[in-house]
């Protein structure tokens, strides 16, 4: 599947030409400084009992302590589990029993915040309405040192790569077009609203560019220029050139938002591979804490020549909206997305939401997505950063051999998950369509699929489709950290994922801690394809492997990383709410698909 491998597909590439090009022993030592880096001070203890559903952020249901699910009942182990898993044939199917201590879920944990009415005032809250922010709180910074010439005025909602409400010089130039990177020699806070600004608001100053890259708490401390800037600090000369500015004491933006009704939808085929996804999905969407109100709406776009047993409106639990396959979707699968939408935008029953919130089957919702549909606007959609995020052939991929009507426009390089508004929506759905068949005929030519091979443009045409559409349309994106976490992305802590306001993962496989996974749950030890394992763990779980449905890891051990907890955790809940979807009409195997 597309997010988890496009990205290792382009490391390996990078790897071989590094390879070429600096020898073995060079690339071996770098590969080991970035293995380090990402996973250091991520393996301290685990807030989470073994049994405890993900209590700290999937709402509203008792843990119950279940034992590891009984696959022998289910007739005989799934045909390929011996291939995927490593396993004699004649291997007794027999789980180790563990006993675990089980800890109550909390009910009402610390994120989960009541959240006001749309139109409620809530400027008790922080002295102003959140809307008042943008218009009333701000920074001017200047190349001179005196406050003098045209400044750059950054707004207290501005949100960068690593960090929200800061601005990171590394990314940014001054309307001249110069750099602002160690050239902010002056800057001043300014306030419009009535009377002061509330006494708990302030600016810091920090010497290194921390909304582009990761540092820790005690490094951001170490890189601390000033702190407490004020509108009455007046003009304040740096001394030290500050390459990040962050608003400090500022109202939680999910405490107080106006919001916005939202529907969050996604792409599938009838399949046993997307069934489960499909469940996961939904059991994530109705226990994350989303948005009641008002009220968040949910739909599975199918692509099906009928309603599949899963449907509501065939007696199944998942709210879906049915379309039939175009032919081209043969050649190219990923091309369901942007049809389904196309028709679920132009039918009878086309969302009525303010925000339509365009997810994967994969993406799993781990917390209210309401303040992110809150920032959308017209022509202003939210998202996050592709993995070709500033590689510039993507522009010129668009502008060369794409673009019709805003040729002088640059494409956001995004990907899912998408916060686009209702009436944006309409217009981009069927020129999405347009475009991803367009980029995918063109890269059938090998001298295009050569030269913009690091962009991955067989399968990710339709990410380019979705990203050339909207520039067509001049629709602008946000682009926010932290509304995902990959699989692939390192691993992290439960406290680390909750302090980011991580709003979903994007799942692909699962990882117990070596020595408990040898000794507790070497069942589900298996060896990947190729190798990604972070380092002192075995994978467990992978929705590559053919019996990815039906062997589903349970219990987990303690200290399991962040995104390998909600993978299982939502596999195991799922399947205890609504069972296993059956072997029928509609799933024929792992993969196959029904017409």
């Known amino acids: 599947p597309r997010n988890s491998y496009s990205n290792m597909s382009l490391v390996v590439s990078l790897w071989r030409r590094g390879r070429r090009r600096y020898g073995l022993p060079v690339m071996l030592i770098g590969a080991a400084l970035v293995m380090l880096a990402v996973y250091d001070g991520v393996t301290g203890p685990y807030p989470l009992a073994s049994l405890e559903p993900m209590g700290r952020s999937i709402l509203g249901r008792r843990a119950r302590a279940a034992p590891a699910p009984d696959f022998t009942t289910r007739g005989q182990r799934p045909h390929g589990m011996e291939e995927e898993m490593g396993m004699p044939a004649d291997a007794p199917p027999a789980v180790e029993e563990v006993e675990v201590e089980v800890k109550p879920v909390i009910e009402n944990p610390e994120h989960q915040r009541a959240r006001p009415e749309r139109g409620a005032d809530v400027s008790h809250l922080a002295g102003v309405h959140s809307n008042d922010l943008t218009r009333h709180a701000s920074i001017e910074i200047f190349p001179s040192k005196d406050c003098t010439g045209t400044p750059l005025t950054i707004t207290a909602h501005r949100t960068e790569h690593k960090c929200t409400r800061c601005f990171d010089a590394c990314r940014a130039n001054y309307a001249d077009g110069t750099a602002t990177l160690n050239r902010i020699s002056s800057f001043r806070v300014l306030y419009t609203g009535d009377g002061p600004m509330p006494a708990e608001w302030s600016v810091s100053s920090f010497n290194v560019c921390g909304g582009t890259f990761a540092y820790s708490a005690a490094d951001m401390d170490k890189a601390t220029i000033g702190d407490s800037y004020r509108p009455e600090s007046g003009c304040v000369k740096t001394g030290e050139h500050p390459n990040m500015l962050r608003f400090d004491g500022l109202p939680d933006p999910d405490e107080i938002y106006d919001a916005q009704t939202y529907r969050v939808v996604y792409s599938v085929e009838s399949s046993t591979y997307f069934a489960y996804q499909s469940y996961a999905n939904l059991y994530a969407?109705?226990?994350?804490?989303?948005?009641?109100?008002?009220?968040?709406?949910?739909?599975?776009?199918?692509?099906?020549?009928?309603?599949?047993?899963?449907?509501?409106?065939?007696?199944?639990?998942?709210?879906?909206?049915?379309?039939?396959?175009?032919?081209?979707?043969?050649?190219?699968?990923?091309?369901?997305?942007?049809?389904?939408l196309t028709a679920y935008m132009e039918s009878d029953v086309s969302p009525t939401e303010e925000v339509i919130v365009i997810i994967d089957p994969d993406n799993w919702l781990v917390q209210n997505i309401g303040p992110i549909a809150a920032k959308v606007r017209p022509g202003q959609a939210v998202a996050t950063a592709a993995f070709?995020?500033?590689?510039?052939?993507?522009?010129e991929l668009y502008q060369k051999h794409i673009c019709k009507n805003a040729c002088d426009f640059i494409p956001d390089t995004v990907a899912v998950p998408y916060f686009v508004h209702r009436e944006d929506a309409k217009k981009i759905a069927p020129l999405w369509k347009e475009l991803t068949k367009k980029v995918f005929e063109l890269f059938k030519d090998p001298v295009h699929a050569a030269a913009y091979q690091s962009l991955q443009p067989g399968w990710c045409a339709e990410m380019y489709g979705y990203v050339f559409a909207a520039a067509e349309l001049r629709v602008k994106h946000t682009i926010l950290p932290n509304l995902q976490h990959r699989d692939v992305d390192g691993k992290i802590t439960w406290d680390e994922a909750m302090k980011r306001r991580i709003r979903m993962i994007h799942m692909g496989r699962a990882w117990f801690a070596k020595d408990w996974a040898t000794q507790h749950a070497a069942r589900w030890v298996h060896r990947p394809a190729w190798e990604y394992s972070p380092p002192n763990t075995e994978q467990v779980w992978c929705k590559c492997n053919q019996t990815a449905a039906d062997e589903r890891p349970w219990p987990m051990p303690p200290n399991i990383d962040f995104t390998s907890n909600v993978t299982l955790t939502l596999l195991h809940?799922?399947?205890?709410?609504?069972?296993?979807?059956?072997?029928?009409?509609?799933?024929?195997?792992?993969?196959g698909t029904y017409p």
Do not use: C
């Not at 070709?388 to 522009?395: H, K, R, S």
């Open 285 to 340: 969407f109705e226990h994350s804490n989303q948005q009641q109100s008002p009220p968040a709406a949910y739909t599975r776009l199918l692509t099906s020549s009928e309603e599949d047993d899963l449907s509501v409106a065939n007696g199944g639990k998942i709210p879906t909206f049915t379309s039939p396959r175009e032919p081209f979707s043969r050649s190219y699968s990923p091309y369901n997305k942007p049809t389904s």
């Open 388 to 395: 070709y995020d500033g590689n510039p052939l993507v522009t």
């Open 573 to 591: 809940q799922s399947e205890l709410e609504y069972g296993n979807a059956p072997m029928n009409k509609f799933r024929r195997g792992y993969a």
